[in-house]
């Protein structure tokens, strides 16, 4: 190889070292891709919502890492708080003072995301991220969507014949089945307060669903997927214009 092909080779080889992740984040055991979006529920008697990840280093050299936390929105009255590397932070502390440290190929479980609901109903978006101190474009990030109903709605029905999103939503909310036996199907929406809300379901291709959420107050609902008059899926959903 010449001279300049090495130069070149070695320069395109470190710049995507580099530019590797060289740690992983878990929850419930799965690996997560980067900005994955997790929903937590639980209602305004819940006065903490604790979420525990494993970070582990893949690279082959000690890993400083650091915690931040990023309100993209907050519902009046809650609070959030992060831990880490053995230190717990009051809320308006968004960065860890002190760094994790990883030998190569360890890993780490903890509660690294505290939510304090405040005890009102509401939607709130926190990005988590996780980062290499020596090299801060080395991150991941989880967006944590904490959602807070009041307790004598009762818990949504488990979800697992229809796929929803986005979640939030705004203008536009779309059911994906997974159960290719259902239709007649539309959807039910029921505010926190209440009020419940029927809605028209547009077929956009054999299996999905979409429907317009534009004149939707902003809040929490539950939803109920409902085929020939009989509910078939249910969950939470928040609306954010």
Request: proline content about 5%; some cysteine; hydrophobic content about 40%.
């Given at each position: ?14 710049y ?9 984040l878990f929850?419930q055991g799965?690996?997560l891709?980067?900005?994955?979006l ?10 903490e919502?604790t ?30 708080s992060l ?6 932070y009051?809320p ?8 994790l440290?990883?030998a190569?190929?360890e ?7 505290h939510?304090?609901?405040?005890g ?7 990005r988590?991220?996780?980062f290499?101190?020596?090299n ?10 904490y959602?807070?109903?009041p ?7 488990a ?7 986005p979640?939030?939503a705004?203008n536009?909310?779309?059911f994906?089945?997974?159960d290719p036996?259902i ?5 039910v929406?029921r ?14 291709s054999?299996?999905?669903?979409c ?18 008059g009989?509910p078939v899926?249910?969950?939470l ?5």
């Open positions: 190889m010449k001279f300049g092909k090495l130069i070149l080779f070695l320069a395109v080889a470190a995507h070292t580099a530019g590797a992740q060289g740690f992983s929850y799965a690996k891709p980067p900005d994955t997790i929903n937590r529920a639980g209602t305004t008697d819940s006065l919502l979420t525990f990840f494993t970070i582990r280093n893949d690279a082959a050299t000690e890993k400083q890492i650091l915690e931040k936390k990023t309100e993209i929105s907050l519902a009046e009255g809650a609070a959030c831990c880490w590397a053995g230190y717990c009051p308006e502390v968004n960065q860890a003072d002190y760094p440290i990883l190569p190929g890993s780490q479980t903890s509660c690294f995301a939510f304090l609901t405040g009102v109903a509401g939607s709130s978006l926190i988590w991220t996780f290499d101190t020596g801060p474009a080395d991150s991941v990030s989880v967006v944590i969507n959602i807070t109903y307790a004598g709605i009762g818990a949504p029905p979800n697992d014949r229809v796929l929803v999103y979640n939030p705004d536009l909310l779309c994906v089945l997974k036996g239709s007649g199907m539309k959807i929406l505010a926190v307060t209440g009020q419940k809300t029927a809605l028209e379901c547009q077929r956009v054999p299996g999905k669903f429907t317009d959420t534009s004149d939707l107050p902003c809040g929490i609902y539950v939803y109920s997927v409902v085929s020939h009989s899926a249910g969950g959903v928040s609306i954010v214009h």
